[in-house]
Structures are given as structure tokens and as C-alpha cells.
């Protein structure tokens, strides 16, 4: 589910942890101790540790932990101050027992992976950071299903840009409201009277106008961006569980 080098090729991955006690910290960096794929370079449990860290260290993944509910959770606050301070970390969000609208919150508030603590060891954590570090999302087949069906009553995917132009054409408009309700490749050809070949076409256009590199990525950012309005109830189906592919 992703590739296991750092951003920037062979240098390593650099970490900060978030809303961790001290134990937490302590036996992280001796997991990782050792290993030159991802350095922890400081951790935060307040705002005011967060920015200094974010404007001092330039981390690459912030890995936040989180046990409390949506509407209560600290990594709310945490996800909101890095998308505020326009930063290019990457948030991991570590948290048990999460539900449709905490799997759908914590996306749409800028997490780019989700993690269970219990279902997770070191050698999955690391593999999660090191995917997401590539600009990959994150995800299990049930998260994604979670969020799969959050839009099966969706949102407008017209998307647009900062003066309210659209950035798609009509047709990628459609080929990306199909996408996000879980259609695959096939089932949007199906469904458009396209070949499979044309819809990959156009899948490739979408990611390149929105700047995404994959199917995941291009309904989190329309799911951010796109304008509301009606739309007609429909179950999705799921897709094959993948990232980073058309």
C-alpha cells in the first residue's frame, strides 16, 4: 500500500508526536531507534508545542494520538492549527473504535491516515508513515468503506477554485460524483457508455486539475471543496482497496 522510501528519496522520514504521554513517546523512539527510514524529531501535546515544532522542525508526518469521541477529540484542534498554519505535514491520526463520522471528520479536517491502536504493530505504523509520507492516504477496507457510504448522499463534486470557476468539465464532474459513490473503473464505463480506456482518461485529467495522484485523494479533495447541493440516494458499491492507482 505504498512505497517505503522517505519524501525525499533516501533521507528519512521525519516524525513529530502529538497528544502522546510521556510512556507513549518513550517507547516509539525505542522502536525506532535504530532504523534509518523515519526519525522522531519532537512531539507535542499543547497548540503552543505544535506550532513551535511545525515552524522549527518542517516534520514531514505528525502522528496524533486520539481516544476520545468527534465531537470531544483533542485531534480536532491539532488538525485544524495544521491546515491553518498552511504547513505540508502529513496528519496520521492514531485512535480506536472510530466511527463513520469520525472516519469522515478526520479526513475532511486534513488526516491523511487513520490507524487502530489495537489492530496496529510497529512494522503497519511504519508502513503507514512511510506511505503517507509519499502523499498517499491511509486507509483500511472498513474506513474506507465508512466513507464510501458517508457519500452516498453527497455533497455537490462540482468543484472550484478561489474566484468560483469550475476547474472540471461536466463530464469529469460525473466521472468524479461515480467515483466518490464507489464505482470501479468498469462500472463507471458501464454507467457513462465509455470504454474503460476513455474513463481512465479522464481519471487521469481529474488528478492532474486537482493535483492528486490517486481515486482516495480526488474525493477527499472534492469532498473539501465542492459546492452543496441536491443529489439523488444511491448505495455505493465498494472498489478494489488500493492507493496510488487509476
Known amino acids: 500500500m505504498g512505497k517505503m522510501e522517505g519524501v525525499q528519496g533516501s533521507r528519512p522520514v521525519s516524525l513529530i508526536l502529538v497528544n502522546m ?4 513517546v518513550d517507547l516509539l523512539q525505542y522502536a525506532f531507534a535504530g532504523q534509518e527510514k523515519i526519525k522522531i524529531v519532537g512531539s507535542a ?3 503552543a508545542e505544535l506550532a513551535i515544532l511545525l515552524n522549527e522542525r518542517f516534520p514531514d508526518v505528525a502522528l496524533i494520538s486520539s481516544d476520545a469521541s468527534r465531537q470531544e477529540s483533542v485531534a480536532l484542534p491539532f488538525l485544524e492549527q495544521i491546515a491553518a498554519m498552511g504547513t505540508v505535514v502529513r496528519p496520521i491520526i492514531l485512535s480506536e473504535n472510530m466511527s463513520r ?53 453527497p455533497r455537490s463534486l462540482t468543484v472550484t477554485n478561489v474566484i468560483g470557476d469550475a476547474l472540471l468539465s461536466q463530464r469529469e464532474e460525473q466521472v468524479l460524483d461515480l467515483l466518490a459513490r464507489g464505482l470501479s473503473n468498469r462500472d463507471l464505463a458501464r454507467e457513462l457508455k465509455l470504454s474503460e480506456h476513455t474513463v481512465k482518461n479522464h481519471l487521469f485529467r481529474i488528478f492532474d486539475k486537482l493535483g492528486v495522484s490517486n481515486r482516495m485523494e480526488a474525493v477527499l479533495y472534492a469532498m473539501n471543496n465542492g459546492k ?4 439523488p440516494s444511491r448505495e455505493p458499491s465498494l472498489p478494489e482497496v488500493q492507493t496510488g492507482a487509476a
Not at 504521554?21 to 507513549?24: D, E, I, K, R, V
Not at 503497519?124 to 503517507?132: D, E, G, S
Not at 502523499?135 to 457519500?151: F, K
Open 45 to 47: 501535546t499543547t497548540n
Open 101 to 153: 463520522e469520525d472516519v469522515v471528520t478526520f479526513f475532511r479536517k486534513g488526516a491523511r491516515g487513520l490507524l487502530c491502536k489495537s489492530q496496529s504493530d510497529v512494522s503497519l505504523l511504519m508502513k503507514c508513515i512511510a506511505c503517507v509520507s509519499t502523499g498517499q492516504v491511509w486507509a483500511n477496507a472498513e474506513q474506507l468503506e465508512m466513507l464510501l457510504r458517508s457519500l452516498s448522499h
Open 228 to 231: 452543496q447541493k441536491a443529489s
Open 21 to 24: 504521554t510521556a510512556m507513549s
